[in-house]
């Protein structure tokens, strides 16, 4: 079974919260190509139906069919029961979040992950695990990326990703130093 990503999961849910399962409003933002892209994946996998749109109840219009009329978009019972599915699995992802003052448990460690060998990712990982850890001067000089790039890479897909506990302090002449 496939589950739905975040934005059709918030799609899916405020649909089943509506009368007669309407999914329309998209939620804010989701405009345009991306639009078409996501409701065209959820119609593809039976989540979302078109249906004509009964614009004297004031329902909301997906698209004209260029006969004068409109199509509205609703949540099939294919499309709420994956809910469940990515509530279970997100149950389990989230953890409590801890207080800025409170220091983790020693329990609390990252899961291992299969990091591909040789490449720049693995190259900053290999840099932070060293007991001098690195900065993101060091590390840019090392990957050839800009700044803000090691710097993405270290919040995005090494803590958020990966959920490597990356830790940064500042060193004296060194500046802030990341080890993990």
Aim: glycine share 10%; hydrophobic share 40%.
């Amino acid at each position: 079974m496939t589950i739905p990503s975040d934005t059709q999961s918030l799609i899916l849910s405020r649909a089943a919260t509506r009368p007669g399962n309407l999914a329309l409003p998209l939620p804010e933002g989701l405009v345009g190509a991306a639009a078409k892209m996501v409701v065209g994946k959820m119609i593809a996998r039976g989540w979302l139906e078109e249906v004509e749109a009964n614009l004297r109840r004031g329902e909301p219009m997906w698209r004209e069919t260029g006969d004068g009329h409109g199509t509205t978009l609703i949540a099939t019972e294919a499309g709420i029961e994956p809910l469940a599915a990515s509530a279970v699995a997100s149950a389990r992802r989230a953890k409590p979040r801890q207080a800025a003052d409170q220091t983790p448990d020693e329990t609390d460690t990252a899961k291992p992950v299969a990091i591909r060998a040789g490449t720049k990712q693995a190259h900053i990982i290999a840099m932070l695990q060293r007991p001098e850890g690195a900065t993101v001067a060091e590390m840019v000089e090392a990957t050839g990326w800009l700044a803000h790039t090691v710097r993405g890479c270290i919040s995005g897909a090494l803590k958020k990703k990966l959920g490597l506990p990356i830790k940064a302090e500042k060193v004296e002449g060194r500046g802030t130093v990341y080890r993990v």
